[in-house]
């Protein structure tokens, strides 16, 4: 298939575009560079670098890529300035894609996946989290992403496109090459801050409170890797159905609590990672992980890394690899 991914130089873009080039299809990486990175782009791609707020640009690259299939991975992502500037999300992760979806139309490419998150469902009423579940963001973050997901419903009734929303729950580890990973700035997500400890970057990690009613007092995820995101996001374009729009969490089934990471974070590098307890982080609910059974049934997905010390080991390798990341800032 001809793939069209917007946010292919981002960090789960990326990995997703590796593994849609080693399924064998071809792909055009369309960012803007806001986010993602030059290097992080697959040689094997072909690159255009361009703003989903360009309909005139994307209406060309649609016209010469006669795509069969898009993928966006283009969205804004950090929860606590979603509280802040709300409407910056909402252009970007709404309008924005109402842009792609118009473009997709007057073209008739009638398969698109998209990321979406766990975090529509806000502090779920149970767990662990199944599709059904009910749809009650608590961030614009959240909001942004269920409005989405309405829209895909709306366009498969009205014309005929079909789609897979995969809820991603916590996203992370790198390309067991290492040579492309997660560079974020700022960077918010736990594991690549407990690594700036052995990294020499930064004193100790801070544990967002541990009154939490968990376990061990602390937030437990479902850390799930990048790698098998991206198998998910292949099998998913490569079987997508027709005229429905489908929902999927993509998830280990395991909750991993936040000392557990640290604890194993220690055990991979060596270095005693000096912890201080904070206060909680506004928002965070105590537990979230996922139920994966859905798509399992569906796709025959699974995931490989099961264990977050091997999940971690390819964190590690990226991060020593590359101390300040991509090279190109
Ligand atoms: N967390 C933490 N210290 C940090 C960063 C994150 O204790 O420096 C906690 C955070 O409160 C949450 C978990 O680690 O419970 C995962 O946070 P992250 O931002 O990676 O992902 P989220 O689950 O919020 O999407």
Known sequence: MRIF???????????????LIAGGHEVTVYDNLCAGHRQAIDPQ???????LGDPVQLDGVFEAGRFDAAMHFAAFINVGESVTAPLKYWHNNVANTLNLL???????VKR?????????????????????????????????????????????EAWGLGSV???????????????????????????PLVLQVPLGQREQIKVFGTDY?????????DYIHVNDLAQAHLLAVEDCPAGKAEAYNVGTGNGVS???????????????????????????PPTLYADAGKIRHRYGWEPRYRDV???????WRWHKGHPHGFADK
């Not at 991914?5 to 593994?19: F, K, N, P, T």
């Not at 791609?45 to 703003?51: L, P, Q, R």
């Not at 502090?123 to 942004?144: Q, S």
Request: net charge negative; aromatic share 6%; proline share 7%.
């Open 102 to 108: 118009q473009c997709m139309e007057a073209h008739g």
């Open 45 to 51: 791609a072909t690159f255009v670098e361009g703003d």
């Open 5 to 19: 991914v917007v946010g292919g130089a981002g960090y789960v873009g990326s990995h997703c575009v590796r593994r």
């Open 165 to 191: 929303a995969l809820r991603y729950f916590n996203a992370s580890g790198a390309a067991e090459d290492g040579t492309i990973g997660e560079d974020h700035h700022p960077e918010t997500h736990l594991i």
């Open 112 to 156: 698109f996946i998209f990321s979406s998150t766990c975090a529509v469902h806000g502090e779920p009423e149970d767990l662990p989290i199944t599709e059904d579940l009910a749809i009650k963001p608590i961030n614009p973050y959240g909001n942004t992403k269920a409005a989405v997901e309405w829209m895909l419903q709306d366009s498969a």
């Open 309 to 315: 010390r091997e999940l971690i080991e390819t964190a």
């Open 213 to 221: 009613p968990t376990p061990d007092g602390t937030c437990v995820r």
């Open 258 to 284: 936040v000392l557990e990471i640290i604890t194993a974070a220690r055990e991979v590098t060596g270095h005693p990672i000096p912890a201080l307890t904070t206060d909680r982080r506004p928002g965070d």
